[in-house]
């Protein structure tokens, strides 16, 4: 059985791979692993089947510190570290070398940062689908936000320019306002926001009672920067939180996931101080509204109540002087019929005195022995009735011009 060395093997494969790829070729894959030492960048490079998590291939890469140097210079900082994260879709231009030691190797020498913003927005376009579909854009702005927003929590990285930013703004404010907030530290780019957000969304949880809204902020960056805050479950998570949760994620015209989903998305961390402000102004004004409504409404009452006191008064002036002015003209009227009246009384008493006296006069005896009638006595006493009356007895009958003496019989 004839062999070969090793050596001769990794040269045989080496001259393989010269003569089949002359030139470098673009690539596409997904980082697995990242590490950098003396400028050079380590890549492990892993392509994966859809909707699966094992790799189909694999691959290590190396940019040298003169490519770093060359593509960070062509892409900008922001860029270059936004692309080189665990996780990153990319497509690399390699050359593909082969060392009898060191096996096989692909040198990057450019980048396309194209191909994984079209990527991201790829699979942003396939959340925002989903996130529509489960109801959840906007769902955190039907949380109604309390009248006054000052103890806030805030999830940010320490170190973040935007954070110092919006401390600044809130601190140095001209109304007067204090705020309480608190920092619940967290990544705010690269693979490790979605993990950390989540963790301190519940640590804020816990401590819910104790705040009045919570704010997600980050300072300005690249837009592949932004690919953490596109993610289902921080969106989800969001979405359902129970306090009002305000983004201010530091960009101009792009919008993430994690904006569509929040109660309130602001451009930069100063606007959402601003934001904070200007709602804690709108209600001190609504007081100051309602202190001056309030101010009117006394003053209108007062004045009301003061027309009515001096009208009571000038009443209680006048109309005892009237009800005077009256009684003295009934008296007046009064002591000047009263003569009249006495004498209409008088003659009207002597009319009917002098009636009765006809009366009398009719009914007396005289008058009724002069009217024909007889008065008939026994022993003196006038007889009422026929049964008083007995046989054989003596009568005595007066008429008006004699009297008479009679026997029964």
Not at 261 to 279: E, G, I, M, R, S
Request: proline share 3%.
């Amino acid at each position: 059985m004839q062999a070969i060395s090793l050596f001769e093997l990794q040269s045989f494969l080496r001259q393989v791979v010269a003569l089949n790829f002359p030139d470098a070729l673009w690539v596409r894959c997904e980082i697995a692993q990242l590490s950098q030492s003396r400028g050079h960048v380590y890549l492990e490079l892993v392509e994966k089947a859809e909707n699966e998590n094992e790799p189909t291939a694999q691959a290590s890469a190396v940019i040298w510190q003169s490519a770093q140097r060359r593509l960070q210079s062509k892409l900008g900082a922001a860029n270059w570290k936004a692309l080189l994260q665990v996780g990153a879709e990319v497509l690399l231009r390699v050359k593909v070398e082969h060392h009898e030691r060191y096996g096989l190797k692909l040198m990057v020498d450019d980048i396309d940062p194209s191909y994984t913003l079209g990527k991201l927005e790829q699979r942003r376009r396939q959340l925002y689908e989903q996130l529509k579909q489960q109801g959840l854009l906007g769902k955190n702005g039907d949380l109604p936000l309390r009248p006054v927003l000052q103890r806030i929590a805030v999830i940010s990285s320490e170190t973040a320019a935007g954070f110092q930013d919006f401390l600044q703004h809130l601190g140095e404010n001209v109304y007067g306002y204090t705020f309480k907030s608190s920092l619940f530290p967290a990544a705010m780019q690269g693979a490790l926001v979605e993990t950390e957000v989540l963790k301190q969304l519940l640590a804020i949880q816990r401590r819910i009672a104790g705040f009045d809204a919570v704010v997600l902020i980050r300072g300005g960056g690249a837009k592949l920067d932004l690919a953490g805050f596109d993610s289902l479950a921080l969106c989800e998570a969001i979405a359902k939180f129970p306090l009002p949760i305000l983004t201010g994620i530091g960009h101009d015209v792009d919008e993430t996931l994690v904006d569509l989903v929040a109660h309130t998305a602001l451009k930069t961390p100063t606007a959402v101080a601003d934001y904070l402000l200007q709602h804690n102004l709108h209600f001190e004004s609504q007081l100051l509204e309602l202190s001056q409504f309030l101010r009117y409404q006394a003053a209108e009452s007062f004045h009301a109540a003061e027309l009515q006191l001096s009208t009571c008064i000038q009443s209680l002036q006048t109309i005892p002087q009237l009800i005077l002015a009256r009684q003295q003209d009934k008296l007046q009227r009064i002591a000047a019929e009263l003569p009249l009246v006495a004498r209409y009384q008088q003659r009207e008493q002597v009319q009917k005195i002098e009636q009765l006296e006809q009366i009398c006069q009719l009914l007396s005896i005289e008058g009724t022995l002069q009217r024909g009638f007889a008065l008939v006595s026994k022993n003196g006493k006038p007889v009422a009735s026929a049964q008083e009356i007995m046989a054989d007895e003596s009568l005595e009958i007066e008429f008006r011009d004699g009297v008479i003496q009679s026997k029964v019989k």
